[in-house]
């Protein structure tokens, strides 16, 4: 482990075959990164909750020997706060995507936070106590594996659902649990447009601080944090107005990431992963660059909860 955070990439899935993830991952080393952010999500690997052991096999005879620091994000709709006669089946799902985590190697599991629909106060407490027992569940058997799971910051409106937990929210979260394997994935895009929806833009830069310490994990990709609420043609018509959950290269939105860094403390061994869409691929270079210059400006503690 270096005194610096690893910066790395999400990873695309160029062909379901996984014949060119090879070729992908060579690219991405080409880059000069050194952990990579596999998208179980998008490879066939988990089929009806069941581990399809032929593609997990071609999968890891790719990732072996590379010299890469693995994290593994799972499918993004595993939901910790859905309806209780769901959460089983959820529970199901994320047993095995953490099991392919770990045969990957990773040592992180990206997890998206959980989300509901508005309701009574009662109704959404209820929603944060059901995530928080599942995510002892879930912490228990990340332990097992030798994982960590990385709980990521949300943001308001995504399929409908406006409750999700703020980045203090979630530090609240996590504190409460004192799981030593639950963790955060602070995705400094996801929590800016989640408290502008919220109408406290003023308090991004003190609730990163407040949850930093816990983020173990963080996602790096820039925006406006303005919601994606009117008619668009197509996603360049987004990027023109700025609205939504963009992925854009480093720089091109105007999160403050200089304030973010002076006013941020990180875990020793964070990983700071850049998530860009394909169609930004053109600025993966540059966008590098500054992923290394605010991993330069760390500054690094001791988690809240020793393993």
Known sequence: MTNLPDVGLSARVPSLDLTSFGPELDELQGYGVTSVEIPTFDMDIVIGAKILRDRLALLKSTCADRGLVYSVHGPLSLNLMDEPWRLPHHMKVLRASLEVAAELGAENYVLHGGLMRQQQATGVEDGYARQREALAQAGDIARDLGLYICVETMFAGYHGMNVTASPARLAQELAALAHPNVAATLDVS??????????????????????????????????????????????????????????????????????????????????????????????????????????????????????
């Open 190 to 307: 996801h929590a800016y447009l989640k408290l502008t929806y919220d109408g406290r833009r003023e308090d991004f830069l003190a609730e990163l601080a407040v949850l930093s310490p816990w983020a173990r994990h963080v996602h790096l990709h820039d925006s406006f944090g303005l919601q994606d609420d009117i008619w668009m043609y197509n996603d360049s018509e987004r990027v023109v107005y700025g609205h939504g959950d963009l992925h854009l290269p480093m720089g091109w939105g105007d999160i403050p990431w200089s304030a973010i860094m002076a006013g941020c403390a990180f875990p020793r061994g964070a990983v700071f992963n850049l998530e860009m869409k394909p169609r930004f691929w053109h600025a993966v270079p540059e966008s590098v660059a500054a992923a290394k210059a605010l991993a330069a400006k760390a500054r690094l503690v001791a988690p809240p909860l020793a393993v």
